[in-house]
């Protein structure tokens, strides 16, 4: 498990680093392509290295996408388990 949280927490961290590198230098793209709002494309966009590598030790993903409405297949109650939890960025 070890293994897995050390991976989640590069993954997280060169996300994290991205964003914040779009958001400096093109915000209208970081809102677009990272599906952020602009309030947090300006948060991620100031953040420091060490808080960038604080969130990225969060322990769950912070990449994936926001589900906005159930895919077709998917029962209700699995699409509810799935759905993204309000961002902190």
Same mark, same amino acid.
């Given at each position: 498990? $070890? !293994?897995?949280?050390?991976?989640?927490?590069? @993954?997280?961290?060169?996300? /994290?680093?991205?964003?914040? &590198?779009?958001?400096?230098?093109?915000?209208?793209?970081?809102?677009?392509?990272? $599906? !952020?709002?602009?309030?947090?494309?300006?948060? @991620?966009?100031?953040?420091? /290295?060490?808080?960038?590598? &604080?969130?990225?030790?969060?322990?769950?993903?912070?990449?994936?996408?926001?589900?906005?409405?159930?895919?077709?297949?998917?029962?209700?109650?699995?699409?509810?388990? /799935?759905?993204?939890?309000?961002?902190?960025?």
């Amino acid at each position: 498990m $070890n !293994l897995l949280n050390d991976d989640l927490k590069a @993954i997280n961290f060169q996300f /994290l680093m991205l964003v914040r &590198e779009c958001a400096r230098h093109n915000p209208m793209e970081a809102i677009w392509k990272f $599906n !952020l709002k602009d309030v947090e494309i300006e948060k @991620i966009s100031s953040m420091s /290295l060490d808080e960038i590598k &604080e969130l990225s030790t969060c322990g769950r993903a912070v990449f994936t996408p926001p589900m906005t409405q159930t895919p077709p297949g998917i029962p209700s109650n699995i699409a509810a388990a /799935l759905l993204s939890a309000p961002s902190q960025v």
